[in-house]
């Protein structure tokens, strides 16, 4: 080995001992993971599967070096796995209570609550139901149980007894349908019937004449993805007006925009690595500013970019 090539060995050497030396390391002493390096486990609300899993793929593809585990839960499972610390990052449809703030607060930190995308609950029908639009009001009865056969709504249907479907009973789905749109206090209707995600309630309406199942819109807004259009050949979506006698809209990008589907719910990450410049601070910016063409191109109204709304004349 010539000295010349000894003396850049030696560089490369310190050059890496010094990057080593400059990795933030644990009290364990293994190294942390940083903004756009290392792996965290993270958890999300199952409703949202279809959009966060494309762009998780994007972002381990442009930051090698890091990896997302995501796993896809309720609501309910993932808030607490963020308050057992078995989680430090989650995805879900909303920002911590006072009482969760509080919690971590008491830790010395709190958590950031970055808004990235806004969907909506869709309410999905079997093909044979011949009622497609229904009220806020309507709505809300089918959900107490105030109306329970869809004659009451229809004096010709001839469907029977409504059969409401929803997810799971931790689901950010069934809090939103209780403190969003029955807000009263009082029960969900004791005839409906939980499952486990999204796609077995879709498959639960397609075989059910006479149910009308609740899903996260994400499930269905993907107009390009040919699973969604596969859902869409086999079920019905329901438009929803704010009175009787108004016009009814679906849960569309177009409609969240303008505000005039009523069931619209914004989506967080919530943050809660201590340290600023944690991997979980990288997806989030990430969820927030690149990947919110991800969020427009699936179906959704992206928290933090403008949406083009074009009106087509019907001359």
Known sequence: ???????????????????????EKGKDGKVLDTITTGKIRIMVDEGYQPVIASCIDVFDSIYRTAKIDAVYTSEGEAMKGLLDDSVQVVIVGRKLTQEELGYFESRGFTPPQ???????????????????????????????????????????SKLGDIQIVFDNPLSGTLRYVKDSIIRTGAPITST????????????????????????AANWISDTDDGGVQMFKREIRIADIAEKAGEEGYGPNQAYLATHKYPFKRCMYVINAQARRNGLGAGLASYLAGDAQRIMLK???????????????SKE
């Open 1 to 23: 080995m010539t000295k010349h090539m000894k003396y850049k060995t030696l560089i490369f050497i310190a050059l890496i001992s010094w990057l080593t030396a400059c990795q």
């Open 298 to 312: 699936d179906g959704l109204l992206p928290a933090n970019a403008v949406t083009r709304l074009v009106k087509v």
């Open 114 to 156: 970055t808004p990235i995308a806004y969907d909506a609950l869709a309410f999905v029908l079997n093909p044979a139901n011949p009622d497609s639009v229904f009220t806020v009001e309507q709505i809300t009865d089918m959900l107490t149980g105030k109306t329970s056969k869809w004659s009451q709504l229809n004096p010709k």
């Open 192 to 215: 409906a019937a939980a499952v486990k995600t999204n796609e077995e309630v879709i498959n639960y309406v397609k075989q059910k004449k006479n149910a009308i199942g609740i899903i």
